[in-house]
């Protein structure tokens, strides 16, 4: 079945490390987003990529960091830069820039 | 900045129909989409409206009106499963979604 896929789906972390969040899609989607989404607010966009080895900062870049080596795969790394890290953190692909997005299930992230 | 204007919080009953109405503002446009959105869960895409008229898609339409900024989602025969969150998400000139924090339906029986 195509699709993508994120995992964990839970995860925890002490303040101060690094953590990279995996997102995989097998749907050939040109176009991978990160979001964030804080409890009763919309989606914020991370990063973006339209296609393997670029990519862009969304409008809370802050504190994060992403790559995209393969076309399927666009892991994200929450650093211990930024300030607010739990949050629920949904990865998202698209045939192209102007076509609907399909979501993986989402990370929830702690920070403790 | 991008406003989209939606209702809060929304209660129907199982069976029946309702209207969630979008608001947006329209000198930067591309598109709009809508999504469901479980409590806990990923949104789900439910349509895409880029001209003016009506999609339908079974139970579900979505209308756009793109002079009056407006749009709207229609749901028909509710069920409980329906309960959830919509989000109106239009698409601006650089094909970024913009995302609110959507309008909550509550299903009663």
């Known amino acids: 079945d195509g699709g993508i896929t994120q995992s964990p789906k839970y995860l925890f972390r002490k303040e101060g490390q690094n953590v990279t969040l995996s997102c995989e899609q097998n749907?050939?989607?040109?176009?991978m987003y990160w979001y964030r989404q804080d409890p009763g607010q919309g989606l914020r966009l991370i990063y973006y990529s339209q296609i393997v080895n670029d990519f862009q900062k969304g409008d809370i870049a802050e504190g994060y960091s992403v790559s995209r080596e393969k076309k399927e795969s666009f892991p994200l790394t929450v650093t211990s830069a930024q300030k607010n890290p739990t949050a629920f953190y949904l990865c998202a692909s698209s045939a192209t820039m102007n076509t609907e997005a399909f979501f993986g299930q989402g990370t929830r992230l702690t920070v403790v | 900045g991008q406003n989209i204007d939606q209702p809060t919080e929304m209660t129907a009953t199982e069976g029946a129909i309702v209207q969630i109405n979008c608001t947006y503002q329209?000198?930067?446009?591309?598109?709009l989409f809508w999504y469901q959105q479980h409590a806990g869960e990923a949104p789900t895409f439910l349509s895409y409206?880029?001209l003016d008229g009506l999609e339908e898609k079974g139970r579900f339409s979505s209308f756009l009106s793109r002079s009056k900024g407006y749009s709207y989602l229609l749901l028909k025969e509710l069920q409980m499963k329906d309960s959830a969150s919509y989000l109106c998400v239009p698409m601006d000139r650089n094909y970024q979604l913009i995302w609110g924090a959507g309008t909550k339906l509550i299903i009663k029986p």
């Open positions: 749907l050939n989607h040109d176009a």
């Open positions: 409206n880029v």
């Open positions: 329209t000198y930067v446009f591309n598109g």
